[in-house]
């Protein structure tokens, strides 16, 4: 058994402190004219292909990074000892056949804690009880990153168990790395549940990764995206693998991208996206969404002229009249009325009140109950585990009661899930309730009106999409009084990221919201580096 006493992290870091950690990299990588702030995927493959930049360097630079920020903002779990050999493999390679290559080949990715990878990182949704447990093979979105020669950076902290465990542990809280940090407003929540992913994606201006994945259950993708004014991408459940990953509903489970750019989306969606012998029939079934030559086609600067917005405000805006975000919005629709689309204000879903409601609309019982019997097949598959099922994990908490790290927020969700009975007609009762729920909602709005996305701020939507397994974009859109991000997103009926993504992505182009964060509160020092 580990040791579980982690030294506790202390914010008041001073500038002094994070100098004087001792490096096994020079802080940027010397011989290297790169700019590293704001990299993007286009601009690091443009560097490698001049030959100013290559994968070891940029690796190098982002374990540097790491190793400065991590203390902070506590972003990342576990680094890949084996970063550095991929890295340099994948420029061996380029080197040899300069051609045709994946725009994530020698790219680092960064994975959230509960993508499991057969290699020497742990897959443990940042809890205790799941480290040392070894999966059977690579997760199958992990599996199409390594066949491409993206290199596995490391493993992303997250909101424990996806945010499953516990109704009261803080967003970006989990026991292995303790609570997850926003790099623009350290007071502000990072949200989560792939909170990591997205703060490691945000924390730019000295960078620590390139792109990342993460999952979504209801909102755990585009809520961190929004709260650390990055992209995330929710796609049509099915569409990426949830092979291998931990799960808590394969009805609602996603895997998909976080990053500063819609584009560096894009080209990790067109990476991961596809049919697994081992999430059939989802993944077989939603194969028939994606476009012939990718999803990089839709990367369209004009991609607003024409389309159906319809916005969701009753219930989605609770912004008061007179502040920011209320007026950057209104602008927003306004430079997307100039770009040719067609907004439809102020349109309503059927029972909106119920979709939000958790507990109302069914989704409670049916996570809680789902849950146990798929992290049960879960552990069942693992190589080797100190715990085989959730009564295991239960106990493993109970256990280690007396290690605050481990028990401070409780297991309330655990126990509401462990004693459920599987699937029953109950169950099955309030599964159909959220399909009528969808299809009077969502479906029915979208089809009247010839929708081609509904729209709300920040994760508002989540719920929505969630309960039907619809796809889903957000974008930043704005920083409010005290710099803390806001963002806008996009949602649609399945298989309908094509049309999100031309919306996303010329939103984005046309209104460059993103900066850097500011790391205000306690990151002055990191502005001083
Ligand atoms: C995985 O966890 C084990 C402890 O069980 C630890 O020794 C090892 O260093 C971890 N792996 C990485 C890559 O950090
Ligand atoms: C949803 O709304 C429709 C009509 O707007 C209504 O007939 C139906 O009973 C509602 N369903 C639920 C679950 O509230
Ligand atoms: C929903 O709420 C009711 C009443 O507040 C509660 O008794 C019930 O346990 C909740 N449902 C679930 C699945 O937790
Ligand atoms: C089905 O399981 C749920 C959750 O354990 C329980 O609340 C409900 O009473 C069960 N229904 C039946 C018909 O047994
Ligand atoms: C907006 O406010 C309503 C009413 O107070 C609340 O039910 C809802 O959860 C809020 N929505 C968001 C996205 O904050």
Redesign the pocket.
Request: hydrophobic share 40%; charged share 40%.
């Given at each position: 058994m580990p040791s579980l006493y982690l030294h506790r992290f202390s914010f008041s870091f001073t500038l002094v402190t994070l100098l004087s950690l001792s490096l096994p990299f020079p802080l940027y990588a010397q011989d290297s004219s790169f700019e590293f702030t704001e990299a993007t995927v286009d601009s690091i493959q443009a560097a490698f292909k001049s030959g100013s930049l290559t994968s070891v360097q940029l690796v190098q630079h982002y374990l540097s990074m790491i190793q400065n920020l991590n203390p902070l903002l506590r972003a990342v779990i576990e680094v890949n000892p084996d970063a550095m050999t991929q890295a340099a493999k994948a420029d061996l390679e380029r080197r040899r056949y300069p051609y045709n290559r994946n725009r994530l080949h020698g790219i680092p990715i960064l994975l959230k804690d509960n993508i499991g990878t057969a290699d020497k990182l742990n897959t443990t949704a940042g809890s205790f009880a799941l480290l040392g447990s070894v999966v059977s093979r690579d997760s199958g979105v992990v599996t199409r990153l390594r066949k491409i020669g993206a290199v596995i950076l490391g493993k992303a902290s997250m909101s424990e168990w996806a945010y499953f465990r516990s109704e009261t542990a803080p967003s970006g809280w989990c026991a292995r790395s303790g609570k997850g940090i926003n790099p623009y407003v350290a007071s502000a929540s990072p949200c989560g549940s792939s909170s990591g992913s997205a703060i490691a994606a945000a924390a730019n201006m000295v960078n620590m990764v390139t792109v990342t994945l993460g999952t979504e259950t209801d909102g755990s993708i585009i809520c961190p995206a929004v709260a650390n004014s990055v992209v995330g991408i929710k796609p049509t459940v099915g569409l990426t693998s949830r092979s291998m990953v931990i799960p808590i509903s394969p009805r609602q489970d996603t895997i998909g991208p976080i990053c500063r750019t819609v584009r560096d989306a894009v080209y990790v969606l067109d990476a991961i996206v596809g049919y697994d012998v081992y999430d059939s029939p989802a993944t077989k079934e939603a194969a028939k969404y994606i476009p012939k030559g990718g999803y990089r086609r839709f990367l369209n600067f004009d991609g607003l002229r024409g389309k159906k917005i319809g916005i969701l405000r009753e219930g989605f805006f609770n912004f008061s009249k007179n502040s920011v975000q209320a007026k950057v919005f209104e602008q927003h629709f306004s430079l997307m009325r100039k770009k040719g689309a067609v907004l439809i204000d102020n349109l309503q879903i059927a029972n909106t009140s119920v979709i939000l409601d958790y507990?109302q609309s069914g989704e409670?019982?049916a996570l809680?109950s789902e849950f146990k019997v798929a992290l049960n097949y879960y552990l069942s598959q693992l190589t080797s585990s100190p715990v085989r099922s959730l009564a295991d994990v239960i106990s493993f908490n109970e256990n280690h009661k007396k290690e605050e790290r481990i028990q401070e927020y409780g297991q309330l969700i655990f126990l509401?899930s462990e004693s459920t009975k599987g699937i029953n007609s109950t169950v099955r009762n309030a599964i159909s309730n959220m399909a009528q729920l969808s299809s009077k909602g969502i479906e029915t709005l979208m089809k009247e009106k010839h929708l081609d996305t509904i729209v709300t701020e920040n994760a508002a939507l989540g719920p929505i999409l969630a309960i039907g397994g619809y796809p889903g974009i957000s974008v930043p859109a704005g920083y409010d009084e005290k710099g803390v991000p806001f963002g806008i997103s996009f949602g649609g009926l399945k298989g309908f990221e094509p049309r999100l993504i031309e919306i996303a992505y010329a939103f984005e182009q046309a209104t460059k919201v993103r900066k850097p964060p500011s790391f205000k509160d306690n990151f002055q020092i990191v502005s001083d580096l």
């Open positions: 507990n409670e019982l809680v509401e």
